[in-house]
């Protein structure tokens, strides 16, 4: 069984649970994992107005985490925290979207930098700068900073869901239901998915990978590139605009 190193109590309420559906063995793992909802929490809500409640975050994750409990299949070679964790979050991201808190200013801004890029590079072939893409949407450099300020803290939806969801945590890939009918579809988001990030401009990349991958908050990714953590949260709010934008001329987001 590949759950793990754990130790044997926890083993045991596995055994019950997978074997028998014990729901007292399931109340059981729910405690012993809920540091893991705490920490998907923290990192998600490290970047949100202080508006929203951590609270609503764990309550959310909670769901995400007997989601993962009801779905996990120890056959399948991967480890229950690596299955959990896309899911948690996920389910914290459903949690944020039905609070609607985001303004709808914001909204507008965002669907406006992602159609401008989309634009600017079907007719020119190739990104745009960030003076250029200030220019297609007819304000200033300043005012896109700014816009890209907001965005940076709501950027919650479906394409970064999908960033950061599959069976790797942190990895490149879309969350598709484990199912066998989906796995091709998986298979191909996945491959389209890569290929349009490897596309991206180097540092957007980088913070992607940094971020997703690597695991890194945006502070630390600041750090390691010498840059303001307001510059940093305004190119993942780019990068996740651009990705987006590539995915939707691809089809798949």
């Keep these: 069984m590949s759950i793990i ?12 649970w ?12 729910i405690v012993s994992y809920s540091p893991l909802v705490k920490f998907v929490a923290g990192r998600v809500g490290a970047g949100l107005p202080a508006s929203v409640d ?6 959310s994750g909670v769901f995400g985490l007997i ?35 985001v303004p ?3 909204r507008t801004h965002a669907k406006n930098i992602e159609r401008s890029i989309a634009d600017f590079e079907a007719v020119q072939g190739r990104s745009p700068s960030d003076d250029e893409l200030a220019s297609h949407l007819q304000i200033g450099r300043d005012e896109l900073d700014r ?15 999908a960033l950061d969801a599959g069976a790797e945590p942190r990895a490149l890939s879309g969350e598709v239901p484990i199912v066998p009918a989906t796995v091709v579809e998986e298979r191909e988001v996945r491959a389209v998915m890569r290929a349009e990030i490897d596309e991206l401009p ?7 990978s940094l971020y997703y991958e690597e695991g890194l908050t945006l502070l630390q990714i600041s750090r390691v590139l010498g840059l303001s953590e307001s510059r940093v949260n305004q190119i993942h709010a780019r990068s996740v605009l651009h990705l ?9 987001a």
């Design 5 to 16: 190193d754990v130790d044997p109590y926890l083993a045991r309420q596995w055994d019950r």
């Design 18 to 29: 997978l074997k028998m559906r014990s729901s007292s063995a399931r109340d059981h793992l």
């Design 54 to 59: 951590p609270r609503d975050l764990v309550s």
């Design 67 to 101: 989601d993962a409990l009801e779905r996990f299949d120890p056959q399948r070679g991967v480890r229950f925290e690596t299955f959990a964790t896309p899911r948690i979050r996920g389910a914290i991201y459903d949690g944020l979207r039905a609070l609607d808190w």
């Design 104 to 106: 709808r200013s914001v």
């Design 147 to 161: 816009w890209l300020s907001a965005i940076s803290t709501t950027t919650v939806g479906p394409l970064e869901r």
């Design 202 to 208: 180097d540092r957007e990349k980088l913070v992607l």
């Design 244 to 252: 987006r934008a590539r995915m939707t001329a691809a089809g798949v």
